[in-house]
């Protein structure tokens, strides 16, 4: 008897990671345990610790675990890493220059926080518990104080304060939720939070991470770690410590673009822990995949860190579609915990793919006729061709970033990337066949419901970027009001060749298949070849900023952020005709946003909020946007309101905003179907959400978005006064755990529901097939995951997604639609050393 895929998968992957003390569990982090506070302590069995066992501090003032600590006099850093290696504690320091002021020895039986208590005393620095296990170290201030909440930060330093503090929307998505749901992708992980719609790419020219945050496309506003990368690729989340999603106009944080918000990756980076994890899962639709991250300390002040991944995955209910993929993400920093930090960074991800168009969103006449419509197809049904559909990606970016503090209160820092993504792509779309179009085609039968593969999309292209930016950070004082002030200066240069391909059909043409029984094993061979259309685009930015976040007393905050860019893209096309077509735009634009903030208690903040963004014509998977006179349009802009107010409630933050989101000269076409600027499109709503600790053992990360999207002016009248595209008007999110600290065991379970959007302005559901997908964007997903510790080494984990086998579309486009994984099991074990 052959032993299941997904055993041999697991016991091949174990047989090269166990030597690394494998898997996809992250080590001991210090920026996790920051961002959102869900982390359970560590395995420490040379301190007696027990897996299960409650944290060592509730909070400041309750007893806990005894430590003996004996830490001697030296660097604040070196001593707050020998605390945390006793304890089991995540520390944060919020500005690295702390690290090196001097503390006193500190000997004795101790618990955590009383520990940290005799080390920080003398020095001026404060500390925030974030959670149980888990403190932020920061300068003390006449309005500091120790608050059992969530002052969680993020990453840029763009960003002064606590996420509690911010006047906008912000989500975090740790990497210890990706892990507990096992979501290997960004957009996986992207169901974390509500108003994010997906979208499967127009006519096949935008495959990758395509996305819309509150009815407008963050194709373009993805970044890692604070800078864009343009490529159109899918994102694995092997290297990623987190997401962090800000919502609302943000170009003057992010730069162009952002008009619903954008989306940061934090990448992992080395530390001064030893730590080694691993995970080796599988499961059904015979999928193995394995992760590893190994982090090691070189020396005092030297770290080094590897990620690796390795899938190959099935997709449950989807016949033949495969992600194949591997990934490695070395890194190594110097000068940890010293005033002058350098850290080398690369990424490089390999796909090799079938990638999916899912079912037709027009069905043959034959079925029409019949009244079928989708609901009547096998939704494990694939409809391209094996022997010519492929997806081969490959990912690379290196970072250098390095950190210099001149004092706790006067930091700079330089990130330089350089960035490459490459596409082939080779993708049937599923289209019904017709005599006018498929009488050639092997197979053709009029009297018969087919679907043609002549329709194919062929991508050949790269993208890649250069960016260097740089950030001062300064904290002061004039008078009663204090200063957190950013600047800084962006240079970038992003270009995206591409050319064009076509089957030539010298082997003959495909052959259609059956509309209900499709083969996707027919042998084809095509006959590529490229046609001599090719495009090129380049875009040049040079960009500065400038933030200050002004503190009046104790209650009242005032944010203000500026950024000028200027954009120049150049757009180069040759026709397959050989004619060139060469076009050009400059644009030079501020963008800005303005926030009030009242603390009625430490604990508290309620705010208001405006912010601009505006977005050139130029976008790295279609060009530059052209009107009737052939020259490229001007940017849109849009503006945003927002009002909020978030808590820390126990160790959560409650957040929960209004907004009204309108982009005042959306693209629209005219009479003459040409692209003009006469769009009027606003998105209204409410966002409430919840993260963190609502227990010791029980902790959530939840979130609900009510919005109405409207085409307020259109060139097209059909669409004025319709619901805008793909803004469902109910999102809702929820992940919860529970550790049953005596049984070793934790479990979890959440779900996701979608309130049904359309998929063009018009909303026309002109046929029961169109009505029929429209009600299949309306759906509820359940998942479940459960986790037993064995030691303090080995935990078994097992996760089931869309426990009800609910069939839904997932992502889609007018030609097509993407169908959702049908029920899924994985299974595994995960190891942390």
């Not at 027990?50 to 675990?65: E, L, V």
């Not at 046609?531 to 380049?538: L, N």
Request: charge should be neutral; hydrophobic fraction near 40%.
């Amino acid at each position: 008897m052959h032993s299941p895929f997904w055993l041999r998968t697991a016991l091949a992957s174990a047989a090269v990671t166990v030597p690394l003390t494998a898997a996809a569990s992250t080590p001991p982090r210090a920026r996790a345990a920051h961002v959102w506070a869900l982390a359970r302590p560590p395995a420490l069995p040379e301190f007696g610790y027990t897996p299960g066992a409650p944290p060592p501090m509730a909070d400041g003032d309750q007893p806990g675990r005894v430590f003996s600590v004996d830490i001697p006099a030296g660097p604040l850093g070196d001593a707050i890493d020998r605390l945390a290696a006793i304890t089991g504690f995540h520390v944060r320091f919020a500005d690295d220059a702390l690290r090196t002021l001097p503390c006193a020895h500190v000997s004795g039986l101790y618990t955590a926080a009383q520990a940290l208590r005799a080390l920080l005393e003398g020095t001026g620095v404060a500390f925030t518990f974030t959670a149980p296990d888990a403190v932020t170290l920061d300068i003390r201030t006449s309005e500091s104080v120790t608050v059992d909440g969530h002052a969680a930060t993020l990453s840029s330093p763009k960003f002064a304060e606590p996420i509690r503090d911010m006047p906008h929307t912000v989500a975090v998505i740790p990497s210890l939720v990706i892990e507990q749901q096992a979501a290997s992708s960004m957009r996986e992980a992207l169901r974390n939070t509500p108003g994010i719609t997906l979208t499967a790419g127009e006519g096949g020219t935008a495959p990758g991470d395509n996305l819309l945050i509150r009815g407008f496309s963050a194709r373009n506003d993805v970044y890692v770690d604070g800078a864009r990368d343009p490529g159109v690729v899918t994102r694995d989340t092997f290297n990623t410590e987190a997401l962090e999603v800000t919502k609302g106009p943000s170009s003057s944080i992010s730069g162009r673009g952002a008009t619903g918000g954008s989306i940061n990756i934090v990448t992992k980076s080395p530390t001064l822990a030893n730590a080694v994890s691993a995970a080796v899962q599988g499961g059904g639709a015979e999928s193995g995949r394995t992760t590893a991250d190994v982090n090691r300390r070189m020396g005092e002040h030297a770290g080094v860190r590897v990620n690796l991944m390795w899938q190959n995955q099935g997709v449950p209910r989807r016949d033949d579609v495969r992600n194949r993929s591997w990934g490695v993400a070395p890194s190594i920093a110097f000068g940890l915990g010293t005033p002058t930090d350098v850290t080398f960074g690369y990424q490089h991800l390999q796909q090799n793919n079938v990638p999916d168009y899912g079912l037709p969103a027009t069905l043959p006449q034959q079925a029409v006729d019949r009244g079928l419509t989708i609901d009547d197809l096998d939704f494990s049904n694939f409809y391209g061709l094996l022997s010519r559909d492929h997806e081969k990606t490959r990912s690379d970016q290196g970072t250098v970033t390095i950190r210099h503090a001149f004092d706790p209160r006067f930091s700079l820092r330089n990130l330089t990337r350089y960035g490459r993504n490459s596409l082939d792509r080779v993708v049937t779309p599923p289209r019904a066949a017709t005599t006018a179009a498929s009488a050639a085609d092997p197979g053709f039968d009029a009297s018969l419901p087919q679907v043609r593969r002549t329709d194919t999309k062929y991508q050949t292209r790269s993208d890649e970027t250069i960016v260097n930016q740089t950030d001062l950070t300064l904290r002061f004082e004039t008078g009663h009001v204090s200063h957190a002030v950013t600047a800084g200066t962006e240079l970038s240069r992003d270009r995206q060749p591409s050319r064009a391909l076509t089957d030539a059909f010298t082997n003959g043409r495909p052959p259609v298949t059956d509309l209900f029984h499709p083969d996707d094993t027919q042998p084809y061979a095509a006959a590529l070849v490229p046609t001599g259309a090719s495009t090129d685009g380049t875009s040049r930015t040079i960009a500065g900023y400038a933030f200050d976040t002004m503190k009046f007393g104790s209650q009242w905050q005032a944010d203000l952020g500026l950024r000028w860019d200027r954009v120049r893209a150049e757009y180069d096309s040759v026709a397959a005709t050989g004619v060139r077509s060469q076009f050009e735009r400059t644009d030079a634009a501020p963008s800005g946003h303005a926030g009030l903030v009242f603390k009625p208690s430490p604990a508290a903040s309620l705010y208001a909020s405006y912010a601009t963004s505006f977005n050139p014509s130029f976008d790295g998977a279609f060009g530059l946007t052209l009107t009737a006179a052939t020259a490229p349009l001007p940017p849109e802009t849009t503006h945003n309101v927002e009002a909020g107010v978030k808590w820390d409630v126990r160790r959560a933050l409650v957040t929960a905003a209004v907004f009204h989101n309108e982009k005042t000269n959306a693209k629209t076409v005219n009479d003459a179907g040409a692209t003009v600027l006469a769009g009027d499109q606003t998105v209204r709503g409410v966002e409430v959400s919840l993260s963190g600790d609502l227990t010791d053992r029980w902790s959530a990360l939840a979130g609900v978005a009510f919005m109405k999207g409207t085409v307020n002016e259109s060139g097209v009248a059909a669409e004025v006064g319709r619901a805008l595209s793909y803004v469902p008007q109910k999102t809702f999110n929820l992940w919860s755990t529970y550790r049953v600290t005596e049984a070793r065991l934790t479990l979890g379970g959440g779900a996701q529901f979608t309130d049904g959007y359309f998929f063009t302005n018009t909303n026309a559901l002109t046929t029961a097939n169109a009505a029929a997908i429209q009600r299949l964007t309306k759906y509820w997903l359940f998942n479940v995951m459960a986790s037993f510790d064995l030691n303090a080494h080995v935990k078994l984990q097992v996760n089931g997604t869309n426990l009800s086998d609910a069939r839904y579309v997932d992502r889609g486009y007018t030609g097509h639609v993407i169908p959702g994984a049908g029920r899924g099991v994985l299974l595994g074990p995960v190891f942390s050393f």
